[in-house]
């Protein structure tokens, strides 16, 4: 007997399968997305006015982030972006946080420069605006309210933080071994913003949490003063990796060597941040 129940659509099953993933494990995917940057944005339907969540890739932006409204090169933009003509206050899930943001139409010079940009990075949104008559929308997200973090306790707070830069410095460190002769300004972006995120995450902790967990547990003060150090150290590490982004005579070869050890001391430092600091945050989370 054959079902006549109605089947979702192929594209809808498909990028459910990718939100429950994405949700499931903290923002990591398989497939097609895996070891790539992806969001799930949920828009407000331009004509019902429902929530609709969509995986979507991104480009780092400094304080913004970049969606790009290819549908693969399809003829018509996606649903999502006529949603944020409609709506443009949207939730954004990076797989740590999830806030609201607000979507800027980006038009006119500043369009053209960041498309560029992003297809010097990857010829594959050259191709998509190859095959379509269309221009492909560039969208800006700027964060406009911050919302609770995808793990409830600091512990598993501090572990998601922790690992959503293992995976971006991960896919920084990819992306130098993959590029070309010439440093993209697109890559040299991705890795400025991958600095300042741990520049800022240095700084909360050195204001906030060390002087917090310091007072209530004054015998970790060594420990904590090796981190305050180590802080100081990647401080200095990321104002080289700045200078030498800003050489014009700088290939992704030069940088690779730089990259990857600035990559394994970062590693090395978060997994002791970890070690020192999270039996304590459940212990005092129980």
Partial sequence: MTSTEPQ????HAFNQSVIDEFRANQGRVGGPFEGGRLLLITTTGARTGRPHT???????DGDRLLIIASAGGAPHHPAWYHNLVAHPVLTVEDGTFTYEARAEILTGEERDHLFARAAEADPGWAEYQRKTTRTIPVVALTQIASGPPAAGDPAAMLLAVHDAFRRELGIVRAEFAASGPTLAAQLKVNCLTACDGLHFHHTM???GLFPAMAAQHPDLSPALDRLREEHETVATLLTALR???DRTD???????PDIDRLITDLETHLTYEEETLIPLLRAAAA
């Fill in 250 to 256: 700088t290939t992704p070869a030069d940088l690779l």
């Fill in 243 to 245: 200078t030498t982004l």
């Fill in 8 to 11: 979702p659509h192929p594209i």
């Fill in 54 to 60: 969509n995986p979507v890739g991104y480009l780092p």
């Fill in 205 to 207: 902790e050195d204001r």
